[in-house]
């Protein structure tokens, strides 16, 4: 094999400059893209870091110019888009950040459709959407239900996807609950179940039927994080809201009693699990550990 040589004595900056790009030329220019690409992940990596996500993104895209088959570009993309996106802020370039955040994060499981990280993102912008109580409410809950379901596929121990599933019956069911308190002419506190529909009505009827399985799922879901993590609070608390809110269903003041009565020693231990928490980390800094 023939060794070639090449010098470079003499040249200046300029011209060692237009070398190295002849020499990239040379070797290979899918090699030299790919040289190129790295390095603005990296730039775009440091401008993450320090939270310049309009100024990452642009590296991210230089990145993916370079190198469209560079997945992890595009990954972190998706996510600096996701970043600018503020939920509840109703503005053509806010909304254009999830817009683009969306779609980069499909582009990324067209090529991998088993990647978690892109996967928990779409079931989190659509859950996140869907949480402001916009106009695409219901779509997006029923779109963050889906992707929370595949989240547990490609992870079964996920416990924040079975939390988030257990949230979102509770999201849909608390704004009619609370209207039909209102049409029934109670109280929003009053504590008894919902009023029999009268003759002819069947308001209560309807909402049993509508969400009674979707609550009871929710806290089988619950239960499911809980499994995971057996101190998960957030868990505990919504636990407690879905058994108090299903409580509003039920059919006898002794069976709302009971369900209610349940319902506190899961908010009491939410509040003990939140509380032991505390005490442990402020114990860990005072002794100068890392806490999470």
Same mark, same amino acid.
């Given at each position: ?5 090449i010098?470079?004595?003499?040249? =200046? +900056? ?10 990239c030329?040379?070797?290979t ?23 310049? /996500?309009?100024?990452a ?7 993916? %110019? ?10 972190y993309?998706?996510?600096? /888009?996701?970043q600018?996106?503020?939920?509840? @802020? %109703?503005?053509?370039?806010?909304n254009?950040?999830?817009t ?33 109580k916009?106009? @695409?409410?219901a779509d ?15 992870d079964p121990?996920? =416990?924040?996807a ?15 609950? *609370?209207?039909a ?9 009053e ?8 003759k ?13 399985? +979707?609550l @009871?799922?929710g806290?089988e879901?619950?239960?499911? &994080? ?11 608390? /919504?636990?407690?809201?879905?058994? *108090? /809110? *299903? ?10 009693? &009971?369900d209610?009565?349940? &319902? ?19 114990? &860990?800094?005072?002794?100068?550990? +890392?806490?999470?």
């Amino acid at each position: 094999m023939m060794l070639l040589k090449i010098r470079t004595n003499g040249l =200046k +900056p300029a011209g060692i400059a237009l070398f190295g790009a002849v020499l990239c030329v040379a070797l290979t220019t899918a090699g030299c893209d790919k040289l190129k690409a790295r390095d603005h992940l990296n730039q775009g990596v440091n401008a993450f870091k320090t939270g310049a /996500y309009s100024q990452a993104a642009d590296e991210f895209r230089l990145a993916i %110019d370079a190198d469209p088959t560079f997945s992890v570009a595009r990954l972190y993309l998706a996510t600096a /888009y996701e970043q600018q996106w503020v939920p509840g @802020t %109703d503005t053509d370039q806010n909304n254009k950040f999830w817009t683009a955040a969306m779609e980069e994060f499909n582009n990324v499981l067209k090529d991998d459709p088993k990647n978690l990280l892109a996967t928990q993102s779409v079931a989190s912008l659509y859950f996140n959407r869907g949480n402001t109580k916009g106009p @695409t409410m219901a779509d997006d809950m029923a779109k963050a239900e889906e992707w929370n379901k595949k989240v547990i596929a490609l992870d079964p121990k996920n =416990k924040q996807a079975y939390y988030t599933l257990g949230v979102i019956p509770w999201l849909n069911f608390v704004t009619a609950d *609370r209207e039909a308190r209102n049409a029934l002419g109670m109280r929003p506190d009053e504590q008894a179940p919902l009023k029999p529909d009268a003759k002819g009505k069947t308001l209560k009827a309807d909402l049993k039927a509508k969400y009674w399985q +979707p609550l @009871t799922d929710g806290i089988e879901y619950e239960k499911k &994080a809980l499994e995971i993590d057996p101190q998960y609070e957030d868990a505990m608390s /919504y636990m407690n809201l879905l058994i *108090r /809110y *299903r409580a509003d269903l039920e059919d006898t003041k002794d069976q709302y009693t &009971a369900d209610t009565k349940e &319902a506190d020693v899961w908010m009491n231990k939410a509040l003990e699990t939140t509380k032991a928490k505390a005490a442990k980390k402020a114990e &860990a800094a005072a002794q100068g550990a +890392p806490t999470e």
